[in-house]
């Protein structure tokens, strides 16, 4: 990997992060994005090298693929949140002295992360849509489990909403787990952290149910 390039790269994030009015005035938000920026680029470089992508570029992408957090979002923000990414990346990375096709292939992969649409053409090529990948990866894991308790509320509610809410969600795991990803590395990274948030769910709801009742 070009290490050079890279710290460059942290060193521009952090510093749009460091001087974000919106973070400023909100420190547990700048602090979450940046560590989810880091193990977003963490997937990512371990997607990049099962499957022969440039790591150093994967990681270059998957650290600026939420730059745009740095801006207070207006109406739509959240949704364009990757195009403009992508468009306060592009300058740097020209920076960089990047070629202009791999600036383009990294600017599409930010840009559509989200809703898969960018406003400039692009290639859905396995490097541009590892990026959505990795971000979606970083959805299921054990840090989210605890995020996703904590902001459901759920010691809050009662026995009987508990039980609800663990089989609303191992609904949609069930149905997600078979969503295509860009590469097979991806797509064995998603089954197996799939299988383990429903394996959690399953456990959590069976505690439940003998949390009520004698079960025959």
């Given at each position: ?15 749009r992060?460091?001087?974000?009015a919106?973070f400023s ?23 990049a090298?099962?499957?022969g ?18 801006e207070?979002?207006?109406e739509n ?5 990757g ?6 990346a ?17 600017c ?16 859905r090529?396995p490097?541009?849509?590892t ?8 959805r299921?894991?054990v ?13 809050e ?5 508990k ?23 991806a ?6 952290r799939l299988?383990?948030?429903l ?11 003998e949390s009520?009742?004698i079960?025959?």
């Amino acid at each position: 990997m070009n290490e050079e390039r890279i710290r460059r790269t942290e060193t521009f994030l952090k510093a749009r992060f460091d001087g974000s009015a919106y973070f400023s005035a909100n420190p547990a938000a700048k602090a979450y994005r940046l560590e989810h920026t880091y193990r977003v680029a963490n997937i990512g470089r371990r997607i990049a090298q099962k499957e022969g992508l440039d790591e150093t570029e994967m990681v270059i992408a998957c650290l600026l693929h939420d730059v745009a957090y740095c801006e207070e979002f207006g109406e739509n923000g959240w949704m364009e949140h990757g195009r403009r990414s992508a468009q306060i990346a592009r300058p740097f990375l020209t920076e960089l002295g990047m070629e202009k096709d791999r600036i383009d292939e990294i600017c599409y992969g930010i840009a559509i992360h989200v809703d898969d649409q960018a406003d400039f053409p692009g290639e859905r090529t396995p490097f541009a849509l590892t990026v959505g990948d990795a971000d979606n990866l970083d959805r299921f894991d054990v840090y989210r489990i605890h995020e996703t308790l904590c902001r459901e509320g759920f010691l809050e509610k009662s026995l009987a909403e508990k039980a609800a809410f663990c089989e609303e969600r191992m609904a949609k795991l069930r149905r997600w787990k078979e969503m295509p990803l860009a590469t097979p590395t991806a797509e064995a990274l998603w089954k197996e952290r799939l299988s383990f948030y429903l394996s959690f769910y399953e456990k959590l709801a069976a505690q439940l149910r003998e949390s009520q009742t004698i079960c025959l």
